[in-house]
């Protein structure tokens, strides 16, 4: 296949693919099966450094930036693996990168790029307040030194594989704060005190192999050295990570989109019926051309809003706009190539259909489309607000 654009990070690409080359489609297969996370996988990307890429040099990492971020990620997910067990080890540390001590920094930054500690759990959805961050009920009354922590959160990803977490939670209740964004604070919690001492994890199945969780905070202690930046401003805090997480997981939908075109198009070049191969009918080619259509212009997209982030200027439209577009093009790349594989789409051994289940869920996390669509509605074109 010719790709129409120059290939960002040749040499990073070729490396992330060998490293890719050794966990081919059996080994994901076989994990899914048993919903088991990779970590062979994971500790082989650590090994090699590509999830310290966003750390700066200073703390042990390559501080090579967003954009090098994007073109690991795409790698992974372009050669049919996948990035979810491992990529909120490369953006979690934003939040103390930019917000944290200079002993924060010095204490655990050196050991999440070398992939001593495990920085993979992100801590913000609730049950009760879905996309609703301000609305979350999680409370750190302080006591002393420490605070103490109470409340619930959802879909916590990665949380039974990470030695720490970033937790989004009120100091302060919404009705007392001025702004319903103030009031909220992010604690870096390790999560290896806090298991059994009052955090308790309980594994949530879910149609991909995610290891995602739901977690129970009942009178869990925080040391409040553990606060990163100032009480009651953590929500701002976040944000920034926010539009990192969303490009990087734009990122991986581009790698998607790529895994499956690049799926369809050998086998419709490949499969015969009716005596001639199945590409030869525009039916089936032109999917093929409109997936790799949506995903280039996806993939501009997700390169200018990673270039914003990398120049510190405000990408958070940029970011949400990339994800919206590559999750999309992902989605319908997907659809795709089941169809032109007709029945082979559903057999297990082809890893289209674990694909196809894995980059469905990029419409509804980290942020769901019709949130994006709100964001540019009332922030970009001035409309009126509908919450
Ligand atoms: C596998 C998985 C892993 C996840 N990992 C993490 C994680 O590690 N950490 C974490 O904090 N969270 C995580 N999440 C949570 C994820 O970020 C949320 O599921 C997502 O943001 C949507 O929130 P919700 O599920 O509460 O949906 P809701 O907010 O309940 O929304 C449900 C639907 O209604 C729509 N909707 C809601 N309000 C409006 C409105 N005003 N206008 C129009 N439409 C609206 C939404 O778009 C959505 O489609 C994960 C979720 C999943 C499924």
Partial sequence: MTDTTEETFPDIREAVRRLCARFAGGYWRELDRDRKYPTEF????????????????????????????????????????????????????GTVLRH?????????????????????????????????????????????????????????????????????????????SAKSSDGISVFLVDMREALGN????????????????????????????????????????????????RILIASECIGDARFFIDRASA?????????RPIGENQGVQFPIARAYVQTEAAARMVAHAASLFDAGKPAGTEANMAKMLASEASWYAA????????????????????????????????????????HVATHVLGLPKSF
Avoid at 48 to 77: F, K, N, Q, R
Avoid at 203 to 230: S, W
Avoid at 267 to 275: H, I, L, N, Q
């Fill in 267 to 275: 086998y419709a070049s490949e499969r015969s019926v009716f005596g």
């Fill in 42 to 93: 994971v500790t082989a990307l650590a090994q090699d450094g590509w999830l310290s890429v966003l750390i700066p040099e200073e703390y042990g990492g390559s501080g090579l930036g967003l954009a090098a971020a994007t073109a690991v990620l795409e790698e992974v997910h372009r050669s049919g693996c996948n990035g979810g067990a491992a990529h909120a080890q490369m953006y979690t540390m």
């Fill in 335 to 374: 659809d795709m190539c089941v169809q032109t594989h007709g029945g082979f789409g559903f057999a297990e051994e082809y890893d289209i259909e674990r694909k196809f289940r894995e980059t469905r869920l990029y419409q509804v996390a980290p942020i769901s489309t019709n949130l994006i669509l709100s």
């Fill in 100 to 176: 944290g001590s200079a002993a924060q920094k010095e204490k655990y930054l050196p050991k999440v790029a070398s992939g001593e500690l495990r920085l993979q759990a992100f801590g913000v959805t609730e049950p009760t307040s879905g996309t609703d961050t301000t609305r979350i009920r999680t409370f750190a009354r302080r006591e002393g030194d420490h605070y103490v922590v109470n409340g619930q959160k959802i879909w916590i990803s990665r949380a039974e594989h990470s030695d720490l977490m970033v937790l989004l939670a009120r100091t302060a209740p919404r009705e007392a």
């Fill in 198 to 245: 009052g955090l308790t994890i309980r594994p949530i199945r879910t149609m991909l192999n995610h290891a995602t969780t739901e977690l129970f905070f009942d009178d869990m202690k925080v040391p409040a050295e553990n606060l990163i930046g100032e009480e009651g401003k953590g929500f701002r805090y976040i944000l920034s990570g926010m539009n990192a997480e």
